[in-house]
């Protein structure tokens, strides 16, 4: 590949180019590690044997960026020096390392399976692992004269965990019986049998005792009838007995969490777009197991509000990334950019077979590698596009499809807001693929479509307030027909509607936002409303008593979306005895109406009560010493006995029973 380091130079600082760095000119890069000086290496081909030379000498700031794969093996006649620029100035900006979790692993291995062939497996894990079998099947089974490690059977009901704290139970469990000779047997099998382990190693060719269970740790499944892939996952396996360290891959903030208020449900798309099942809502709060969690990042990137947020990386990071990309191919001299975004375990391996055997990846798409590509949300999108990319690619598995909800979600958001804001569709392609050559089919057949800005906002704040500047600078470069930009119900923006008619100004609706959206005020009866924060959780449409509240989901470009407005605003009603104001009219007349027909407030004397304020109601109740909880003690059932009583003693019945 042809390699200018003079131009690199001008947007990374010092480079030094060279032909054979990991062979003949080995003293380079040994002379630059006897210093201090960070030192990043655009190549990744010879990374283990760098990384064993840092680490002989100790130096600390070694770094990689892959220009070859990435742009330099590209047969576009176009120019892959912008893009070189482009991803060896992003490599230099510094990252915020996720915090990590500490995981023991004590080696107890549970293999299911059938036969001869789960026997041989475990025979095999049972080298490095502490390994008990459950057997499913043993038709095929030949014992051997020395036992190496328990053998039960039985099917398992239901598991649960992670790495080094699974919990399972198992029906028709049953230990083989030390006198069995053609063929194990069992005897006393019991259903419910509860047992644990560190690792599970599932060959029964059943169901997948976890929902992705790809990303379960410490959760392995072989195709029985396949010895290729058994072996591949009894050598991956072997190794998980000791101590891990996995990232933390997302922060939650409960208290910006739209998901319950007393017991209402509003937002749930985290649980709903979780596919490993690593969140479960407990309360007005939601619950991640950070050992469940793969960071697929799907939680994050449908968040509304953003309570649940992403760290591997950090938003403001990746933004910052995505940014500094565009800028410098930009400023480079590069034309049309588009964002390309895969994984390294997919999406890494299909842009190398492309360069090595195809095309290469065109001049003006950009990688960026992501841990996993499902959770890119629409403030990555806006942020990008913002940028001056002119399209974002996002490249999944194909066999991970399921795990693409949330960012197909997204990206209708984001294809409607530019809709609305006058630009050209078609931004954002989701591209689930596996085949190197449709990929590159599909990457050098996008259309070049026109920019939109390059006016992108610094990534501060929460996720709200990014998504926002990135919008409004989206919305500054098109001609919107309207303010008003209509989305769709699991939209995040929207306005909440009140029927006046029946709304009683209770304020249950205030007290139950989670975003501080609907508020009320300090004097006067008025409800009140800033349509920037409402992320549409419908907690207040649930809790309203007067089922007065309906949402709709639209995006507001108008600058007064910050400002509060006034849904409905009522007189105060006086309390009749000392003429202070306290409660909304409507509410009063509410509450009369509810208890028309109520024994307690059968009399006009007991009606006048509603009109009073707290204080003058209980001075009235205890006037001349009487009881004032006693308006609330229940009626004594009249009986044949009362009335009798009442007559011979020439008193009402109802004197009678005052009387008591």
């Known amino acids: 590949m042809s390699v200018d380091p003079a131009k690199l130079g001008a947007a990374y600082g010092e480079v030094s180019g060279h032909h054979q760095l990991c062979r003949s000119e080995m003293g380079v890069i040994e002379a630059a590690f006897a210093t201090d000086t960070p030192i990043c290496i655009a190549c990744t081909q010879e990374r283990p044997l760098f990384e064993e030379l840092a680490a002989e000498v100790g130096h600390q700031g070694l770094s990689f960026v892959n220009i070859r794969e990435m742009a330099g093996w590209s047969t576009d006649k176009a120019s892959v020096t912008p893009k070189m620029e482009a991803l060896l100035t992003a490599a230099k900006l510094p990252t915020t390392p996720a915090r990590l979790r500490a995981i023991e692993s004590d080696g107890l291995c549970l293999v299911i399976g059938a036969g001869q062939a789960a026997f041989d497996a475990a025979q095999r894990l049972n080298r490095t692992l502490s390994v008990t079998l459950l057997l499913t099947g043993t038709d095929d089974l030949v014992l051997p004269s020395e036992l190496p490690f328990p053998v039960f059977s039985g099917r398992v009901a239901s598991a649960s965990g992670s790495l080094g704290a699974f919990q399972l139970v198992v029906d028709r469990y049953a230990a083989m019986l030390p006198s069995s000779k053609a063929r194990p047997e069992f005897a006393m099998a019991r259903d419910g049998a509860k047992t644990s382990c560190s690792v599970i190693f599932d060959m029964s060719g059943d169901t997948a005792l976890f929902t992705r269970a790809h990303g379960r740790d410490g959760y392995f499944r072989a ?37 319950e208020r007393s017991k209402k ?108 590509t ?20 996002v490249l999944g598995d194909p066999h991970k499809a399921e795990e693409f909800g949330a960012v197909g979600e997204e990206s209708q958001l984001m294809e409607a807001l530019l809709a609305g804001f006058g630009h050209t569709g078609g931004r954002v392609v989701t591209l689930l693929e ?66 006046t008619e029946a709304c009683t100004l209770c304020m249950a609706c205030v007290s139950s936002c989670p975003a501080d959206a609907l508020r009320d005020t300090p004097d006067t009866p008025q409800l009140r ?124 019945v109802e004197d009678f029973l005052n009387e008591d």
Not at 295 to 306: E, I, M, R, W
């Open 265 to 372: 449900t509003g937002c749930s798309k985290c649980i709903d777009q979780c596919p490993a099942g690593a969140i479960t809502g407990l309360g007005d709060a939601i619950v991640v197991d950070p050992g469940i969690c793969g960071g697929c990042g799907n939680c994050a990137a449908h968040c509304p509000t953003g309570a649940v947020a992403y760290t591997y990386p950090t938003r403001t990071d990746q933004i910052s990334r995505v940014q500094t990309l565009a800028r410098t191919f930009l400023a480079a001299g590069g034309q049309a950019p588009v964002l390309l975004l895969h994984d390294a375990g997919h999406g890494t391996p299909l842009i190398g077979a492309m360069a090595r055997f195809g095309r290469g990846l065109p001049a003006r798409v950009i990688p960026l590698e992501m841990h996993a």
């Open 374 to 393: 499902s959770g890119v949300g629409h403030d990555l999108m806006a942020s990008a596009l913002a940028s001056g990319f002119r399209q974002i690619v």
């Open 529 to 652: 409303f800033v349509e920037a924060a409402c992320v549409q959780c419908g907690i207040c449409e649930a809790t309203c008593p007067e089922t007065a509240i309906t949402l709709q989901p639209r995006y507001n470009i108008s600058p007064n979306v910050m400002q509060p407005v006034t849904l409905h605003a009522d007189e105060p009603a006086c309390c009749t005895s000392c003429g202070k104001a306290f409660a909304a009219g409507g509410m009063l007349r509410a509450v009369e109406r509810r208890l028309k027909g109520n024994r307690m407030f059968d009399t006009d004397q007991r009606r006048a009560l509603i009109h009073m304020c707290e204080d003058c109601k209980l001075e009235e109740l205890s006037r001349d010493g009487a009881d004032p909880f006693a308006i609330a003690h229940s009626r004594r059932t009249r009986t044949t006995d009362d009335y009798l009583e009442a007559g011979r003693r020439g008193l009402t």
């Open 223 to 259: 195709d029985p009838g396949n010895p290729v892939t058994i072996l591949e996952a009894v050598i991956e396996a072997s190794d998980y007995a000791g101590s891990f360290e996995k990232p933390i891959y997302v922060t939650y903030d409960a208290s910006i969490c739209a998901h």
């Open 434 to 499: 596996a085949d190197p050559d449709q990929v590159e089919t599909a990457l050098y057949s996008l259309p070049d479509l026109p920019e939109i800005t390059r006016a992108a906002p610094k990534p501060l704040g929460g996720k709200r307030e990014v998504s926002r500047a990135a919008l409004g600078v989206l919305a500054d470069a098109g001609k919107p027909v309207s303010d008003i930009v209509p989305l769709s119900v699991s939209a995040p923006y929207g306005l909440v509607l009140v029927d």
